[in-house]
């Protein structure tokens, strides 16, 4: 299977690939695994905080999930944290997601052939799907490079599974490393920073918790993501 690595940066439409996977490690699609695996019906990635604000005037039960330059949202239910996600009653609730990178990227890629997003949680699910697929293309887009120009734990997830699509299985440690190391980690770990959250790069850097994919798929005047088990 033909593989590449692109940075959201570079695009405003998805690349030329059967499939592309858009990759949020810290901490877009973590987060969004969570909500998935705790009973979250499906998840509306948006690229505005009014959009979101307009979508639960409509549907007032949403949980509004999300940051803006890495910060909580006034008037949404939750931040970008996992961590508090995991405390979150999900359960047969929808839920709007908006993040500066991770749902910027996919809104970018809405019209690749077969799209998902994924994150260390959910890396070898998402291996088993595409290689269900029938894809002979696949493009990684790397999206943390929007906050701090550079991204190697987004990296670091599009190369270990690229390890693993074609075959190959080799420790995963040394690329969760490259996660706890990377510049977004060292801003969350800092007590001075007020993005400080070191617990969420503790639950981010971890492989395979979860065995199902984000797949994401057309609704009705937007994207949703869901799980898609193998």
């Known amino acids: 299977m033909k593989t590449q690595i692109e940075d959201l940066r570079d695009l405003s439409d998805p690349p030329d690939a059967d499939a592309v996977v858009v990759i ?16 979250a019906a499906e998840i509306y990635p948006v690229l505005d905080v009014a959009e979101a604000f307009e979508r639960r005037a409509r549907e007032p039960d949403l ?3 999300g940051e803006t330059d890495c910060r909580p949202i006034p008037g949404f239910d939750l931040g ?21 990178a991770g749902t910027r990227g996919l809104v970018t890629c809405s019209a690749a052939p ?11 699910a998402t291996v088993a799907a595409l290689k269900t697929s029938g894809a002979k293309s696949v493009a990684f887009i790397i999206t943390g490079t929007v906050h701090y120009g550079h991204a190697d734990e987004d990296v670091a997830c599009a190369e270990w599974m690229t390890e693993l699509l074609r075959g190959n299985r080799p ?11 990377s ?21 981010c850097a971890r492989a395979d918790v979860f065995d199902f994919a984000l797949k994401v798929e057309s609704a009705p005047g937007s994207l949703a993501l869901r799980k898609c088990a193998n």
């Open 63 to 65: 949980v509004l999930m």
């Open 80 to 100: 970008n944290s996992p961590v508090d996600a995991a405390a979150f009653p999900f359960s047969g609730r929808r839920a709007v997601q908006r993040t500066t």
């Open 183 to 203: 510049v977004a980690a060292a801003t969350f770990m800092d007590p001075a920073s007020p993005l400080h959250a070191p617990a969420d790069v503790d639950f």
């Open 171 to 181: 420790p995963v440690e040394p690329f969760l490393d490259r996660v706890r190391e």
């Open 114 to 124: 077969s799209l998902w997003a994924a994150s260390f949680l959910v890396a070898s």
């Open 24 to 39: 949020d490690v810290l901490r877009a699609f973590s987060t969004a695994a969570v909500a998935l695996d705790r009973g």
